[in-house]
């Protein structure tokens, strides 16, 4: 039987999941349809312990990325401008803001650093700045390591599967009484189902990866507000 590490029902509905290549954690972005809110939470993988950061953010906030134990989160001026302004920086070990910068906008990532653009300064300059700090810092881009992130093949329709080096894991839909229930099953070399679990219901078939293998461990979301994680 594979080892359950991990699982919590959120009251907010799961929107967003973010992996950092570097450092063991997982971070989680929350929206709340009711009260137009947003959270940020985090878990420490390795010992599948729950980090509860209450980190709020507003409801058009974006949790961009993860990196070094840094938490990034892009700022929009409003809905129906989608462009971005203004990025903060949180600790995910202990949701504490680093830093906090109100015209910048993401970029990417190189060695200890974050590349930024001012949306307020044209032509657009690439700016390097310290992960820790957001001070501006002179640095040579280099490619970091990424971690080991497998998606899941479509079969078909309603299939999808994905095989690791002890296990296959697969979802698939039932349709009973007008209703979809999408299953999904991980099986060992004896082909022996070792976890099942139902990941949603609904009246139509929904898309979307239903799961994904990150750095040995099958993570997966159960009716958009329950996170579940094996180690494989």
């Given at each position: 039987m594979l080892t359950l590490k991990f699982q919590k029902q959120f009251n907010d509905t799961i929107w967003k999941i973010q992996l950092d290549a570097m450092l063991p954690y997982m971070a989680v972005l929350l929206r709340n349809k009711e009260d137009k809110k947003g959270k940020i939470t985090a878990i420490h993988l390795p010992s599948g312990s729950f980090v509860d950061l209450s980190i709020e953010v507003d409801w058009i906030a974006d949790l961009i990325?993860?990196?070094?134990?840094?938490?990034?989160?892009?700022?929009?001026?409003?809905?129906?401008?989608?462009?971005?302004?203004?990025?903060a920086c949180y600790d995910a070990a202990t949701g504490k803001q680093h830093w906090i910068n109100y015209t910048d906008t993401f970029y990417g990532f190189h060695q200890d650093s974050v590349l930024t653009y001012s949306s307020k300064i044209e032509p657009k300059t690439i700016i390097s700045k310290d992960l820790h700090t957001g001070q501006p810092i002179h640095s040579e881009?280099?490619?970091?390591?990424?971690?080991?992130?497998?998606?899941?093949?479509?079969?078909?329709?309603?299939?999808?599967?994905?095989?690791?080096?002890?296990?296959?894991?697969?979802?698939?839909?039932?349709?009973?009484?007008?209703?979809?229930?999408?299953?999904?099953?991980?099986?060992?070399q004896e082909q022996k189902i070792v976890v099942e679990d139902i990941l949603n219901s609904s009246k139509e078939l929904l898309r979307g990866d239903s799961f994904f293998v990150f750095d040995n461990q099958l993570v997966y979301i159960k009716h958009k507000q329950e996170l579940k994680i094996y180690a494989l």
């Open positions: 990325k993860i990196h070094q134990g840094c938490l990034f989160v892009q700022f929009y001026p409003n809905e129906a401008l989608p462009k971005a302004c203004g990025i881009a280099v490619k970091i390591k990424e971690a080991a992130l497998q998606f899941p093949q479509a079969l078909n329709d309603q299939e999808e599967s994905l095989s690791t080096i002890a296990y296959i894991i697969k979802t698939h839909y039932e349709l009973a009484d007008g209703i979809y229930t999408q299953y999904l099953r991980v099986l060992n």
